[in-house]
């Protein structure tokens, strides 16, 4: 490649090296990895204007459609080929079904006409929602906050819950420990916790939060329920915690969560860049019947299941971790958590086939809502994740069970209700009963579980 006289001298190549890796960590620090948009970020910082660029939602309106019949239907499922300015949440699949769209300001007059064309049964659940998404913000703990302030009463930052993890590692180092996943796609580590208070031969439940970046409460839950099993005093609660050892993961897509924060609050999956758009749901992409339903194969879509089975690092580190060591530490439960629509759905997504041990799931899962209804009143909705919310495959935890044979495996769909006008965008306030009702459900889980022998 090069002429002799350039061969370089060890001591040079190792200055060149160093020079190289300073470069390249101020690049990543900046996290600009798109040409244009390195070319803005300048631009920005050079006449001094303070916000990143962020996604605006300025009287964006959310509507509820009913789909009376199968022109609808086609209707609707055409409409989100064809149009960038309507996000569905869900897919258009049946009569009878209620979905939920949100429609751009520019494009709002034409829905409005095509819903009226059609006879479409409609109700516009918001009219602005950058309002709701400025609300959301200020209720962000501010920058720079310690980890001695870390609460339930505001959602906090990627850093601000790292921050805070390794804190609590730190106060409690014979209970506590700091673990890692690996590093996402653009290199953050994926951080976690391990709560062992010891005894021989525990099993495990790992608890896996965020993987869908927008849905906030769902780390804001992670956060509270490793919070509880330390800090307690309840002896039940002190109880359910050493009764078994927990693998607690609030972010595992930390380049999606943070760019919710910095970039687009409705932002759902990993930041890996594929042609023009980025992103995998990460919740499609586990390799157990991969691709086969609920998932697209065009990544400017919201839920695109990736290049293959299993080809982002995010979930590549997850499946290594958790084979690793579900039988050398023997993790019996897997819980995912997601917002919204209040759900309790065990496996499978991709099909309409039981899991053998389908009936105890069924009753577990039906015993962890009524907690939930006796505590607060909130209905959630317990049931397969085919029967109770839409078919889907490549979802992690249909891997656990299907693949790995965990046998009590559930995904909790978190407040508000299916019909919400807030989507993901729910207010501090209901973080805390949020992660009350949660908890508690948690506990039936494990305790309904372990009455059953599944932890012998
Ligand atoms: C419009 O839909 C409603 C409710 O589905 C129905 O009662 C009504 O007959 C429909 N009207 C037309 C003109 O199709
Ligand atoms: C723990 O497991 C090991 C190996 O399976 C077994 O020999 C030992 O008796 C167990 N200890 C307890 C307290 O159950
Ligand atoms: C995944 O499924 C979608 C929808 O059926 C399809 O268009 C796409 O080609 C599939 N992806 C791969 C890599 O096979
Ligand atoms: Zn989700």
């Known amino acids: 490649m090069f002429?002799?006289?350039?061969?370089?001298h060890p001591l040079k190549l190792m200055l060149l090296l160093v020079i190289v890796g300073v470069i390249q960590e101020s690049?990543?620090?900046?996290?600009?990895?798109?040409?244009?948009?390195?070319?803005?970020d300048e631009e920005i910082k050079t006449v001094g204007a303070p916000a990143p660029l962020q996604a605006r939602y300025d009287h964006t309106r959310i509507y509820q459609v009913e789909l009376a019949s199968e022109e609808h239907v086609r209707i609707f499922q055409a409409l989100e080929l064809a149009s960038d300015s309507?996000?569905?949440?869900?897919?258009?699949?049946?009569?009878?079904?209620?979905?939920?769209?949100?429609?751009?300001?520019?494009?709002?007059?034409?829905?409005?006409?095509?819903?009226?064309?059609?006879?479409?049964?409609?109700?516009?659940?918001?009219?602005?929602?950058?309002?709701?998404?400025?609300?959301?913000?200020?209720?962000?703990?501010?920058?720079?906050?310690?980890?001695?302030?870390?609460?339930?009463?505001?959602?906090?930052?990627?850093?601000?819950?790292?921050?805070?993890?390794?804190?609590?590692?730190?106060?409690?180092?014979?209970?506590?420990t700091l673990v890692q996943l690996g590093l996402s796609t653009q290199g953050r580590p994926i951080q976690g916790v391990k709560i062992a208070f010891g005894g021989e031969n525990r099993t495990t439940v790992f608890i896996e939060s965020g993987i869908h970046a927008r849905e906030w409460i769902a780390p804001?839950?992670?956060?509270?329920?490793?919070?509880?099993?330390?800090?307690?005093?309840?002896?039940?609660i002190q109880e359910l915690a050493r009764s078994q050892n927990w693998y607690i993961f609030p972010t595992v897509n930390p380049d999606g969560y943070r760019y919710t924060f910095q970039g687009d609050r409705m932002w759902r999956k990993n930041r890996a860049l594929f042609g023009i758009c980025r992103g995998v749901d990460l919740n499609r992409n586990f390799p157990f019947h991969w691709n086969v339903t609920g998932a697209s194969g065009d990544p400017c879509r919201y839920d695109y299941s990736g290049p293959s089975a299993g080809s982002e690092v995010?979930?590549?580190?997850?499946?290594?971790?958790?084979k690793d060591r579900v039988e050398s530490e023997r993790i019996r439960t897997f819980?995912?958590?997601?917002?919204?629509?209040?759900?309790?759905?065990?496996?499978?997504?991709?099909?309409?086939?039981?899991?053998?041990?389908?009936?105890?799931?069924?009753?577990?899962?039906?015993?962890?809502?009524?907690?939930?209804?006796?505590?607060?009143?909130?209905?959630?909705?317990?049931?397969?994740?085919?029967?109770?919310?839409?078919?889907?495959?490549g979802g992690s935890k249909d891997w656990t069970?299907?693949?790995?044979?965990?046998?009590?495996?559930?995904?909790?769909?978190?407040?508000g209700p299916a019909d919400s006008e807030d989507l993901f965008i729910l207010s501090a306030k209901e973080i805390e009963p949020t992660a009350i009702e949660a908890f508690a459900s948690i506990k039936t889980i494990v305790e309904?579980?372990?009455?059953?022998g599944y932890y012998q």
């Open 27 to 40: 690049k990543a620090a900046s996290f600009c990895t798109k040409a244009d948009q390195c070319a803005l």
């Open 220 to 236: 804001a839950t992670a956060t509270y329920i490793i919070d509880r099993l330390v800090n307690s005093e309840d002896p039940a």
């Open 314 to 322: 995010e979930t590549q580190r997850m499946i290594e971790f958790i």
């Open 86 to 176: 309507c996000s569905f949440m869900g897919h258009a699949r049946q009569p009878g079904q209620k979905l939920t769209i949100m429609v751009t300001a520019a494009k709002v007059a034409d829905f409005d006409d095509l819903v009226h064309s059609y006879n479409v049964t409609h109700r516009v659940l918001n009219h602005n929602f950058q309002a709701l998404i400025d609300a959301n913000y200020r209720e962000v703990a501010p920058e720079g906050t310690s980890p001695d302030q870390f609460d339930w009463k505001r959602y906090h930052s990627l850093e601000g819950i790292n921050a805070w993890l390794e804190n609590l590692a730190k106060k409690y180092p014979e209970v506590v």
């Open 448 to 452: 309904e579980a372990g009455k059953r």
């Open 401 to 415: 069970h299907g693949e790995l044979k965990i046998p009590i495996t559930f995904s909790y769909e978190l407040r």
């Open 3 to 8: 002429p002799k006289r350039w061969f370089p």
């Open 335 to 393: 819980l995912a958590l997601h917002s919204y629509s209040q759900m309790i759905m065990f496996p499978y997504g991709h099909s309409a086939e039981r899991v053998d041990n389908y009936q105890d799931l069924k009753e577990i899962g039906q015993l962890a809502a009524k907690k939930i209804y006796d505590l607060s009143g909130r209905i959630y909705k317990s049931g397969s994740i085919y029967e109770t919310i839409y078919p889907s495959a």
